[in-house]
């Protein structure tokens, strides 16, 4: 049976009390209110190298890779052991969003900027668990100072926290175990089906412009390797007959967190293109004394091409239908400048250029010094070697296309707004569970 969000309709306890805090709201009325510090202490730190490395990661503790780690960084570390709850006390990624506490499933060292939990008293480590996980989400954000918002042991050790019988912490946590997992599965189940759309429509890509729409047309060898057996009456050219050059723009000082508002300048970011398509929402404001240094603006139907990147991502493009004179290209990207005299879609070149065969060529051809990036020469770009149908056939392969994307993107949505509605419920679940808005027999 799936998993819906349905409506929580649960039994509620017979009496409540207000205790004047805000992210726990009314608690029933028999459970006790208590500062954390007076069932968790702060372990001293301790170090043994012979332990593996960890870190905390999405709300778990995880391992971390040893052969990363220098042996001095190592014996700086600290210990955390199974049952240990270990605490971020920094806001690295500067948001609201990041998971800052985990309890431990495992034995490890971690760095010795961590907090370390254990508590001081019997209860049930699974019902803490879930009320540190709401602590984390509703209210730990708020403390702490600086623009990273470090936080030490008093922040949280003075913050008041719910204590319910025991037998009542079991039954929560042995509740949101099973109701929790079940949520997980149905969300992991909805990715999978998010991942299968997009996998079906990159294969009918893949097809149509390498083999058009025609499915009983003769084939010929095209004699490219990536691209294999074409339609007959196709031809084989290098890019450089379509494109007359590729321009870029220049690295300017611009804000690592702001976009570009209305009448503001911005320079695109290389994640503009991540996706395979253009988002030009993903560029940063240039600073007013860069202004002037800005050149290569965004056009209309073009491409715009990652020339250096992560070896996965070099070469990404992305097809841009509308100008955008307020936005500006990076010397990281290419922007594609076509030949006048070629009658050419430029929509059946970009689906063109995400193709699997396309991609794996371009991997071919990146080099770069550092394993972690790796780029693109213009004149090995545009020596590579495309199949080209004629243009009215292009026109046809672009629409087919973009008719599937469309499609894809519905039932993508759909999907999507789905996943949200099951993660919806599981916060308002944990949160009504752990302070006690519903009675969990």
């Known amino acids: 049976m799936e998993i819906t969000a349905e409506k929580i309709d649960f039994e509620r306890y017979t009496a409540y009390k207000d205790i004047g805090v805000e992210w726990l709201g009314e608690v029933p009325e028999h459970w006790e209110v208590i500062k954390l510090k007076r069932i968790f202490y702060e372990v001293k730190k ?55 506490i985990a309890l431990s499933e495992i034995d490890v060292v971690v760095s010795s900027g961590y907090i370390v939990l254990h508590n001081s008293v019997a209860l049930d480590l699974n019902y803490f668990k879930w009320l540190l996980h709401r602590f984390d989400v509703a209210y730990m954000k708020l403390l702490g100072s600086g623009v990273r918002q470090t936080l030490n042991f008093n922040d949280i050790g003075n913050s008041e926290i719910v204590f319910p019988p025991i037998a009542e912490q079991t039954a929560i946590a042995n509740f949101l175990d099973r109701k929790i997992e079940l949520i997980d599965r149905a969300i992991a189940q909805k990715e999978k089906q998010i991942e299968l759309l997009k996998e079906r429509r990159q294969v009918l890509v893949n097809k149509a412009v390498t083999r058009g729409l025609n499915p009983d047309v003769p084939l010929k060898n095209s004699g490219v390797e990536w691209i294999g057996e074409i339609p007959e009456h196709w031809e084989v050219k290098r890019l450089k007959n379509f494109i007359m050059d590729l321009e870029s723009g220049v690295s300017v000082n611009a804000s690592e967190s702001e976009a570009a508002g209305l009448g503001e300048i911005g320079v695109l970011k290389t994640s503009a293109v991540y996706k395979y398509s253009f ?66 879609n430029v929509i059946w070149l970009s689906k063109v250029l995400i193709t699997d065969g396309f991609r794996r060529c371009i991997t071919s051809i990146a080099n770069g010094s550092s394993p ?63 302070t006690g808005k519903i009675k969990v027999s």
Request: some cysteine; glycine content about 4%; overall charge positive.
């Open 46 to 100: 301790r170090t043994n190298t012979e332990l593996s490395c960890g870190s905390i990661s999405f709300g778990k503790v995880v391992y971390k890779d040893d052969e990363k780690i220098p042996e001095a960084t190592k014996k700086s570390y600290q210990i955390v052991l199974k049952g240990d709850f270990l605490v971020n006390p920094l806001n690295l990624n500067y948001d609201l969003i990041s998971l800052r």
């Open 279 to 344: 988002d030009f929402r993903e560029n940063k404001k240039v600073f007013q004394s860069e202004l002037r240094r800005v050149n290569c603006p965004v056009r209309s139907n073009c491409i715009i091409i990652s020339r250096m990147n992560a070896p996965e991502l070099v070469g990404a493009s992305g097809y841009v239908d509308r100008e955008y004179p307020n936005l500006f290209l990076p010397d990281r990207l290419w922007q594609t400048v076509f030949n006048k005299n070629t009658k050419l």
């Open 372 to 434: 972690s990036m790796k780029n693109i020469s213009k004149g090995d770009f545009l020596n590579l070697k495309v199949s080209e149908p004629p243009y009215k056939e292009q026109c046809e392969i672009a629409s087919h296309i973009e008719n599937v994307t469309k499609k894809t993107a519905k039932a993508t949505s759909r999907k999507e707004n789905e996943i949200e509605k099951l993660k919806e419920y599981k916060a308002t679940l944990i949160n009504s569970a752990v």
